[in-house]
């Protein structure tokens, strides 16, 4: 039986795999790319069905070194402890609190789930609880610093920054400076 953590739900794993539908459909668009011969022109939805990508912010989150928890029953377990950081875009901005963790699991198979859960705190003092998980693909041939893709959602209290419960979310993790990873969070619209 397949462990996991009490955020990684049947639900959230549906959010994942339409998530990734959903950057499929953009790429797709992006590139101009023509439907396959075999398809006909019914089976391709008009480009305005496509989901557009809107910058939300980005963000600089130091960690420390990995903490080894070992094998587990899924694979290889590993606590990467979040360390402060910094977050910044055009509707909001502020520090990435410290104290939180990504519970970072190599399953069996090579491929690495990233589950973090930390709080945000804007400049005016607002706390919001993101949980961002994703699933990165084993190493292979193609640039090692390509990004990997994760599905942030937001947990805001009313208000302000209430918007943020109220859409979907798609992000960009690659490694930074020493004890730092950078994060890109795209609003889809």
Do not use: C
């Amino acid at each position: 039986m397949e462990q996991s953590s009490p955020e990684f739900t049947p639900q959230r794993r549906l959010l994942l795999q339409w998530a990734a539908v959903g950057l499929t459909s953009a790429a797709t668009r992006a590139s101009a790319v023509e439907p396959s011969r075999s398809a006909s022109a019914a089976d391709v939805p008009p480009l305005e069905e496509f989901p557009r990508l809107e910058f939300v912010y980005a963000a600089t989150v130091g960690i420390a070194a990995p903490q080894d928890v070992g094998d587990t029953l899924s694979g290889h377990q590993r606590i990467i402890p979040i360390t402060g950081g910094s977050f910044a875009g055009p509707r909001l901005r502020g520090k990435v609190l410290p104290g939180a963790a990504d519970w970072n699991l190599q399953r069996n198979d090579g491929v690495t789930v990233v589950s973090a859960s930390y709080f945000l705190q804007t400049d005016d003092l607002v706390y919001i609880k993101i949980v961002n998980q994703g699933v990165n693909p084993k190493a292979g041939p193609g640039p090692a610093a390509r990004p990997r893709f994760t599905v942030p959602t937001f947990e805001a209290p009313k208000g302000r920054y209430e918007w943020l419960n109220q859409a979907v979310f798609v992000g960009t993790l690659r490694p930074g400076d020493a004890g730092t990873v950078n994060i890109r969070v795209f609003k889809l619209v």
